[in-house]
T-cell receptor, first 107, second 113 residues
């Protein structure tokens, strides 16, 4: 799994969009980009994944750079329930987690 | 319903008493993995398995054993637990291609006294 780099923490206001960045400059051509989030004392929860094209689902959108060296998770309207640690993973065959980004949402 | 089931959810044990944490998945995934999570250290991979009878060490394998005799099960074995193995443990199952989501168990909170 290629190494990923994310900011340690970010803060957002409730009801506003949040853009969580991730760098994965050593990603291989066949590695998917996955995002998971984790609430305290709970198992990681799948958010979204993609390979080359931008992806949307009911939870979020994933924007992947054309060179695939970075991606951005977009939460369109942050709620207090979105406060969590967000992990970006360059998915090889080991599913290795980095430090993630702590997202704080202010009401 | 797709799920990964870990048991037990909570366990308090004494130093040196062998224990096993079970993990079972119902998605026919080839890959399974164990993690431990400690405050400030994130999710660290202990062992992973690519298929039946195929396992490999992760980043923190010392003091742990695993086995993969059936595709659905991937137990984590602590043959002589020590207090530094007090942690929150998660099991995951996923496909090798990465084209589908990974699934995680609810976690096992282990305390070794």
């Amino acid at each position: 799994d290629a190494k990923t780099t994310q900011p340690n923490s970010m803060e957002s206001n409730e009801e506003e969009p949040v853009h969580l960045p991730c760098n994965h400059s050593t990603i291989s051509g066949t590695d998917y980009i996955h995002w998971y989030r984790q609430l305290p004392s709970q198992g990681p929860e799948y958010v979204i994944h993609g390979l080359t094209s931008n992806v949307n689902n009911r939870m979020a959108s994933l924007a992947i750079a054309e060179d695939r060296k970075s991606s951005t998770l977009i939460l369109h309207r942050a709620t207090l329930r979105d406060a969590a640690v967000y992990y970006c993973i360059s998915y090889g065959n080991k599913l290795v987690f980095g430090a993630g980004t702590i997202l704080r949402v202010k009401s | 319903e797709a799920q990964v089931t870990q048991n037990p959810r909570y366990l308090i044990t004494v130093t040196g008493k062998k224990l096993t944490v079970t993990c079972s998945q119902n998605m026919n995934h080839e890959y399974m993995s164990w993690y431990r999570q400690d405050p400030g250290l994130g999710l660290r991979q202990i062992y992973y398995s690519m298929n039946v009878e195929v396992t490999d060490k992760g980043d923190v394998p010392e003091g742990y054993k695993v086995s993969r005799k059936e595709k659905r099960n991937f137990p984590l074995i602590l043959e002589s637990p020590s207090p530094n193995q007090t942690s929150l443990y998660f099991c995951a199952s996923f496909s090798p291609s990465g084209g589908t989501e990974a699934f995680f168990g609810q976690g096992t909170r282990l305390t070794v006294v």
